[in-house]
């Protein structure tokens, strides 16, 4: 039973929320666009869930759940578009083609548990459908290029899935791409990577540059010729996390047309946060891959230095004000990262985006800026790199190089 003092803090609490008129407008204005979400991992989460994993008929929706997504606090957020996250482990010795596949196959019955809510996306076109029957529009993006294995056959088989995106690697070094928390060993793009860029241009598949390092990102510039995103990244300037994009390749975003989706992980934000995790890396440096062993490292270096630092909604705002400011309003956008992990304070969930958008107008963004950010550039970049595919399919047929041929040249 709620005490009497208990519910009339409650009470003002909602009181609040229905009458704050920034929080108002905010709502307002979601509701006349489409909010886009440039990455959730909820289909690993229900992969790992500790009661069922893999079920998605037990990991149920419409029901409140112990992570930060279900419907009823969908519908509460706004969100009209989701990029779900076909998220494979680039540590997990082999494999990648099946847990890949489990995965399109887990996010894709996901999808269609709930057609009251949901519907999968696999254009522009599907989103705006989607999103006008009041749906959330529900794309895929494939999560490290480690799951291709050196096959563009491969790539194309994933697209005709429904995968539209592909961030280029995940936290280790491919054959043919440097990532950002690997040591490098190629200096950006093999001429294999650079291909790998061209075959998604024509087949129309996002190039995402999240994880990789500052130099695949100057060579995926280079060689794209559709936008470019970052589908969940922050700004480098503001929390020296090698995840985060620096200064320069955000000034060069408004050439490419593309735009960095910025995300709310607490260390790629906050930068407290950051140190207590560069500490714990420096001792669990050099660990092999063993989730278990690494969550009970996790817990003895929270006992012996305490929690990490709590990041806020304000440092998200941090983020994309200057996102917007050193790349311009048109190439910036939103990507929670939700994960079953820790939260910003204020971002607790999928019901917190009005929240996030009210502390802007409260920062003075327009609302002309505040559509772009929640949606209109990832529409228009996705709807370029659509048009870019058109005209590169009538051009050329489907790539056959390996990376055995191209990357054997000198």
């Not at 009470?11 to 990455?39: E, F, N, Y």
């Not at 899935?161 to 440097?178: E, F, I, Q, S």
């Not at 087949?203 to 990102?217: F, I, K, N, Q, T």
């Not at 705002?317 to 956008?333: L, S, Y």
């Amino acid at each position: 039973m709620i005490r009497p003092a208990g519910f009339a803090l409650l009470c003002s609490c909602l009181l609040v929320a229905q009458t704050d008129p920034t929080l108002l407008h905010a709502r307002k204005l979601l509701k006349s666009t489409i909010l886009v979400d440039g990455h959730n991992d909820l289909p690993w989460m229900i992969r790992e869930d500790p009661k069922a994993p893999g079920d998605v008929e037990a990991y149920d929706l419409r029901k409140r759940t112990t992570g930060e997504v279900d419907l009823v606090r969908l519908k509460q957020g706004l969100l009209g578009a989701q990029f779900w996250s076909i998220y494979v482990p680039g540590e997990i010795k082999g494999g990648f083609a099946k847990v890949q596949l489990e995965q399109f196959d887990l996010a894709r019955r996901m999808i269609a548990k709930y057609p009251e809510a949901m519907e999968l996306a696999l254009s522009t076109a599907d989103i705006r459908r989607i999103r006008a029957k009041g749906r959330v529009a529900s794309l895929l993006g494939m999560e490290g290029g480690h799951v291709l294995e050196n096959s563009l056959g491969a790539l194309r088989a994933y697209y005709d899935l429904g995968a539209r995106y592909l961030t280029l690697t995940h936290n280790v070094t491919l054959d043919w791409a440097d990532a950002a928390m690997d040591k490098p060993t190629h200096g950006g793009l093999t001429r294999f990577g650079k291909e790998v860029v061209r075959e998604m241009n024509r087949l129309g598949m996002l190039v995402d540059l999240s994880h990789v390092s500052p130099e695949v990102m100057r060579d995926a510039l280079d060689t794209s010729t559709a936008p470019v995103i970052f589908s969940h990244s922050c700004a480098r300037a503001l929390v020296d996390h090698p995840r985060n994009v620096p200064d320069e390749i955000l000034k060069r975003m408004a050439a490419n047309g593309g735009l960095v989706m910025v995300t709310f992980i607490p260390p790629f934000v906050n930068r407290a946060s950051r140190e207590w995790e560069a500490g714990l890396e420096k001792v669990a440096k050099g660990m092999s891959y063993d989730e278990a062993r690494y969550k009970q490292l996790e817990a003895d270096y929270i006992q012996a230095h305490g929690p990490s630092p709590k990041a806020s909604l304000k440092d998200v705002a941090d983020h994309i004000d200057h996102v917007a400011k050193v790349a311009g309003h048109d190439h910036v956008g939103i990507a929670s990262d939700y994960w079953g992990g820790t939260t910003p304070v204020g971002l607790e969930d999928v019901s917190k985006y009005p929240d996030l958008f009210a502390e802007l107008i409260r920062r003075g963004w327009s609302d002309a800026n505040l559509r772009k950010l929640a949606g209109e550039n990832l529409l228009r970049a996705f709807a370029r790199a659509e048009a870019v595919a058109g005209q590169l399919r009538k051009e050329r047929p489907p790539s056959t190089a390996t990376i055995e041929a191209m990357d054997a040249r000198k």
